[in-house]
């Protein structure tokens, strides 16, 4: 039992750095999961393309993982809702993937305020995709608030891609 | 892990002639404020012996460094020494030479002495002179451990604060905050704690959970505080003595931005249920029916106590932006107290009860301000390009916050006066964020 949480834990880590770099990639470009090739465990073998129902598979399913707001918003747009209605497609597929989202903030804002704020956008998407027809019970939400941005720089231009909403599949 | 041992007050308050002195000779600077100048030569030593904590005769010095570092911190002192200054003997410290002194400028005078003590404690002498009355104020013993030579000269600095100024005492006290390292993307928050003015730092936790927004409680035995350690933001309560932690709350949802109450006996908290997050309470025993406070679809966090327990200050943006609003603390009567532009976060109730410090939002920065419970007499006391997250001093007359820089993210913990004059950085050995000051040790 152990051995198997260690594993799964193992892949998510591995299968997330993959989705890391993910965005700034064209889907089909990704490279093959890097899980056998690590040598971690003899339990999974890629062979050419993402495992069915896997993180990689998911990146590889949908226009994007990830939605962005407005400062200080949490409202899901038009082209939000778009990339959320493939999550949903995929999920549907998947039916018994759970999903957790991440909501998070831009570095200019006080810390406990943009918690709640990244907690606010994690819900809208939850909602959104609800809406779709997901069952909400297999979506959890995380804030991080500003504590993990992706852009590092201080401008508007990296504010906004750090206020999002990043769906990543439980494994 | 060792208690502090209390510190043995020898020859008591002895404030001698000094009743009926008069305070005489004080500059005024330009905001009405009388600044003292202080000479503060370094402390001599009946007898120059080695002990676990150094010389008696370089601790001498390293007393007054201290000394003179703490009356700096406030815009009531100007301290002169102990660099510079010639030292003086054992006969100087009852016996000043006040003429000398006078012609430097100085209108109070602190003498002193550091002495090995046969059991391995420290006694020091600490007397602060009026100069041109050339009467006694101050005359304090004080034995430690050789581990607590530093907290004798806090409490010294202390002493004579609290003579000239007519405040509570502020230096022996303690800060909790978050250290910081890593870069920008993942930065590594550890728990740690140190002495006001940054010495004795210690880490408490190891940093493979995300910490944020310590808080001491009132007896200082246990802090209460964020961490991402079940992979989201719950509040824990860590017992310093034994090193474990618990939570304050079991529940699915995540918690955050903790504050004890003045008595220690409950936790005010933030919550997020369904996205919404709202204000609540709960006993800090561990156990008890969390009591909800605040009821709106708005952001409701940043809760802080006035000191007699009887209110809450808190940030809400059921307006449209964050903004301050005072309540009763069963969360009735809930009233909007900041009107001016931006955004108003972080509120902290002066321990003094008679002023709100928060992080003012606009124009491109985020400032360190200060205004009345009832929102009147709005001052800022910084201005950068990220300041946020006030803590007072146990007093209520300084303030520390974190900085930080634009770019790089990197942080410090920095200190600025009531009155704005005096601003300064907290020496920590690595990045710092989220300071707390605790209350001032017996």
């Not at chain 1, 500003?146 to 909403?165: C, H, I, Q, V, Y």
Request: with cysteine.
């Amino acid at each position: 039992m152990k051995r198997k949480n260690t594993t799964a834990l193992l892949l998510a880590v591995s299968l997330m750095a993959v989705a890391g770099c993910a965005k700034k990639q064209k889907p089909q470009d990704l490279p093959p999961p890097p899980i056998g090739a690590e040598g971690n465990t003899g339990a999974v073998t890629a062979p050419t393309g993402p495992t069915p129902g896997s993180q990689a598979d998911f990146i590889a399913s949908i226009t994007a993982d990830r939605i962005y707001f407005d400062t200080d918003k949490s409202d899901v747009d038009a082209e939000d809702q778009a990339t959320l209605a493939t999550q949903a497609e995929w999920l549907k597929k998947y039916p018994n993937t759970r999903v957790t989202i991440e909501g998070h903030a831009d570095e200019r804002g006080t810390r406990d305020y943009n918690i709640a704020l990244g907690a606010r956008r994690a819900n809208s998407a939850k909602n959104a995709l609800a809406a779709m027809g997901i069952d909400a019970a297999r979506i959890s939400t995380v804030s991080y608030g500003k504590e993990r941005p992706e852009a590092l720089g201080s401008t508007e231009a990296d504010w906004a891609r750090n206020r999002r909403a990043v769906t990543v599949t439980v494994q | 892990m060792r208690t502090l041992p209390s510190l043995l007050l020898l020859a008591g308050a002895l404030f001698a002639s000094a009743a009926s002195a008069q305070i005489t000779g004080t500059v005024t600077d330009e905001s009405g404020n009388q600044s003292f100048v202080v000479a503060i030569p370094p402390l001599t030593t009946p007898d120059d012996v080695a002990t676990p904590a150094g010389q008696t005769a370089d601790l001498g010095r390293k007393v007054a460094e201290i000394i003179s570092n703490d009356l700096n911190a406030t815009d009531v002192f100007t301290p002169k020494g102990p660099a510079g200054l010639r030292g003086i003997a054992m006969p100087e410290v009852t016996a000043p030479a006040f003429a000398e002194w006078e012609g430097l400028g100085a209108e109070n005078l602190v003498h002193g002495f550091v002495r090995a003590n046969t059991d391995g404690t420290l006694m020091v002498g600490c007397y602060l002179y009026d100069v041109s009355l050339k009467s006694e104020m101050v005359r304090q013993g004080y034995v430690v451990g050789p581990r607590d030579w530093r907290r004798a000269a806090h409490k010294c600095a202390d002493s004579i604060y609290s003579r000239l100024s007519g405040e509570n005492p502020f230096f022996d006290s303690r800060i909790a905050y978050i250290a910081e390292t890593g870069p920008k993307g993942n930065r590594v928050k550890r728990l740690a704690i140190m002495d006001s003015d940054g010495a004795n730092h210690r880490f408490i936790t190891n940093g493979q959970a995300l910490a944020l927004t310590p808080r001491f409680s009132p007896d200082y035995k246990s802090i209460v505080y964020v961490s991402y350690i079940e992979r989201r933001a719950r509040v824990y309560v860590y017992d310093i003595a034994s090193g474990r932690q618990r939570l304050v709350t079991e529940s699915p949802n995540q918690t955050f931005s903790p504050r004890w109450s003045p008595d220690g006996s409950s936790i005010l908290y933030s919550m997020s249920v369904g996205g919404n997050t709202d204000l609540y309470r709960v006993s800090s025993a561990g156990g008890g029916t969390p009591v909800r406070l605040t009821n709106t679809p708005a952001i409701e966090t940043g809760g802080s106590y006035s000191p007699d327990g009887s209110k809450i200050v808190f940030e809400s943006d059921r307006s449209g932006s964050q903004q301050i609003y005072v309540m009763n603390a069963d969360g009735s009567g809930q009233q909007r107290i900041s009107f001016g532009g931006g955004n108003y976060a972080t509120p902290e109730w002066s321990p003094r009860g008679n002023l709100i410090a928060f992080t003012r939002v606009g124009g491109g920065a985020f400032r360190i301000g200060v205004m009345s419970p009832a929102g009147n007499g709005e001052k800022l006391l910084t201005n950068s390009w990220q300041d946020e997250a006030p803590t007072w001093s146990p007093n209520g007359r300084v303030i520390q916050f974190f900085r930080t820089t634009q770019g790089s993210g990197k942080t410090a913990v920095m200190q600025v006066d009531v009155t704005g004059a005096k601003e300064r950085k907290i020496d920590t050995p690595v990045d710092g964020s989220d300071p707390a000051w605790g209350p001032i040790l017996p």
